[in-house]
């Protein structure tokens, strides 16, 4: 609305000042005409560069979490740039499980991206958006024809997932699947696996004589378990350190 006063005034201000034959008149609808060009003119801009009529309003949303790879629990980070500062996260939703992409976080200088990890039961993103809205439907009648309702002034982004999440740069990713990959490292994780297993079959007979097959069993498979754990842990915090 206030670009087309604008316009009217404008056109007002021209006509009286040139077709009225009273120019007393005119000139004086004329200069009305211009006063008001001029308030619309200062009220638009003081919409597009100060926000008049509008207020911060922040929306919060919580979504669930999935890793972007089956049968892992990863969160991947994306660098951009060469600083290092500015970074998105790849993540999968339940709604974008089978999806072709992952999902990504706003790639913007004013995203804030958090990371917590802890004992959480679910891996959850919550994202705080904050954007320019109107006050009230006036203003909106007013300004509305600029577009900028809901304008973007920042985000931020907070992971929350277990204790048992990788959080890798999607380098890092790939550096650790070309290690567990290799023939090498299988072999190297075979061979410390029985190990491991054994000596910790040896310390619960050890503990308890009497011990059943079914015993043993479930401390193997429990042993197993374990020295994937801090096998996989030590791999990554090797990769986590190289420069």
């Known amino acids: 609305m206030i670009i087309i006063s604008i316009i009217i005034f404008a056109v007002l201000g021209y006509y009286f000042a040139v077709f009225l034959k009273n120019k007393k008149v005119g000139y004086t609808l004329s200069l009305i005409s211009i006063v008001l060009f001029i308030c619309s003119l200062v009220l638009l801009i003081s919409n ?111 992971f929350k997932v277990g204790n048992d999440w990788l959080v890798l740069s999607t380098t890092q990713a790939k550096q650790l699947q070309k290690k567990m990959k290799s023939k090498s490292f299988k072999k190297q994780m075979k061979q410390e696996g029985e190990a491991y297993v054994k000596k910790a079959i040896a310390g619960a007979m050890q503990a308890n004589p009497q011990m059943t097959s079914a015993q043993q069993k479930k401390v193997a498979k429990q042993a197993q378990k374990d020295f994937q754990a801090e096998a996989q842990a030590k791999l990554v915090k090797e990769i986590q350190n190289q420069k």
């Open 48 to 158: 597009e560069h100060n926000h008049l009529g509008m207020e911060q309003k922040t929306d919060q949303k919580v979504y669930q979490v999935q890793s972007v790879q089956k049968g892992s629990n990863l969160l991947l980070r994306k660098d951009l740039g060469t600083s290092g500062k500015e970074n998105v996260y790849v993540y999968r939703t339940p709604e974008t499980a089978n999806a072709k992409k992952p999902k990504t976080t706003k790639a913007d200088l004013d995203v804030k991206n958090v990371v917590k990890t802890g004992n959480y039961d679910n891996a959850t993103l919550t994202q705080k958006t904050t954007r320019w809205v109107y006050k009230n439907g006036f203003y909106s009648f007013l300004f509305g024809i600029e577009g900028n309702n809901k304008e973007f002034i920042k985000q931020t982004n907070t």
